[in-house]
């Protein structure tokens, strides 16, 4: 029998032989691989488009205030932003700084290096630490003006350090300060989004609150910031008032026209939190999560972007999650949970992550050594070891629980929801091969020169507890759309891709005659790589 190479033969029958010859396989799957893939897709060309620029991560431990966290909160950054700002053809980047290093605008020459704008005037803000970058068109004048949104967990709540900042553009890049054209919006964000809430022909913008310093799950609020003349104010009460109190723990939104009747419709996600729809109703944002079936995917998640995928005229969303290769599991039978509060009642909030047994008891996920560290009640209660293993999640916390919130995660997997109308939204989870880190940024793009758009996965997270194995797994990932709607790893070996750094984000940009993907990452250099 003639067989592909590599293909295992199964559910074999007893008292059957099989006679397999070699020289008769018809192709394996890299050979099958190699004819949609013919050549491989990308080369690093770091050191030529950039003289040693990197990302430079301030010291900050997180744990001595907040010993049970899952991950550092203040290690979010770098924020990476892409964009023609001289208006010359070529795509700028802007990198974010940490608190202590000044943001960095990167100007494209026409042989492909990136040197340091001579304006940048963010400067005088090194100390505060950025989150994300976002290019829009402020003031309706035609050209890409910058909104930096300020973030962290290492300041107090309330901090002047968590201001934003706008600086308008005149053309040719050289910027200057207008951050008294917003609101001054003083707690820790992740997001910015533009888009025409409105209808009124300029861009307004949605913020999202990203945490609560020194309380890790605590949602913060977010604002909607509608633009009058390029004079932005916090409209958040009037058209979403449940986005002006404590929120979600916003990572990523999005605008898209979910209902195809011309306007900006709005998804918000976040970490501990579920895909939130908002429909605009003309002037308000009505939320539509349950009616379109995406209320009960708790997730930890990154990141979501619209697009089509499947060519059917609507915008489907994919998403990055935590993924599938790590020590925390969750799923609707099981849920991954999460209880706040101040439960030794020492001024200092603390976090219980917790999961559930065979018997369905909640046991802690955390040992006695650290779990005495942030509450020295327990080493009291629970004399041994093996006391406290035995001990489940009610049991420790007895008779400390009134005001605890609670939180939980029932999907850790990357996904894509297609959008089906009025049906809602179908889930369908991205390939293996995204599963296996933390999936931290996407962009999509014509890989192999088919007409079809490919995907492009890339994301890690180093700063796990002690506990806890750090997300590397990831080194990029690129996925061949294929006509029937299958998603075909790309070998490394064929993709070039060698971004297996602690990323946060990537763009893919325009140069002369080519496009690159710019890859920013955590305390690491600014890499680059040439598509071929």
Known sequence: MAIRKNIAIKKCKSQF???IKEEEATSTIAEQLLQRVPFILTEEITPKCFDKISHQENKYDDYKKEVLIPYKQSTLGPALESGDLNNDGLDDVFLSGSSGTACQLLLQSSDDQFVKSPSQPWNKYASQEVLDVTFFDADNDGDIDIYTVSGSNEFPEGSPLFADHLYLNDGKANFTDASQNIPKLLFSKSTAEAADIDGDGDLDLFLGGRLVPGKYGLSERSALLINDKGIFKDQTKEWCPEMAEPFECVTSACFFDMDLDLDADLVVVGEWSTVRIFRNDVNKFTEVTKELKTDSLFGWWNIVIPVDVNNDGKKDLVLGNLGLNAKFKASKEKPFHLYIND????GSWDTYLASKSKEGKL????GRQCSSEQMPFISDKFKTYDQFAKASLEEILEGKMDGTT???????RSLILYNKGSNGFEVSPLPKEAQLSTLQSMAFYDFNQDGISDL??????????????????????IFINTPQGQWVPV????????LQHDLREMRIVRGKNKHMIIAANNNQVLQSFLIK
């Open 343 to 346: 439960f030794d009642k020492n």
């Open 456 to 477: 492009l996965i890339a994301g890690n997270y180093y700063n796990r507890e002690v506990e806890t194995a750090r997300n590397d797994a990831n080194v990029g990932q």
């Open 363 to 366: 046991y802690p996920v955390r």
């Open 406 to 412: 609670k939180k939980i995660a029932t999907e850790f």
């Open 491 to 498: 070998l490394n070996a064929m993709s070039g891709l060698k």
């Open 17 to 19: 032989r099989f006679k």
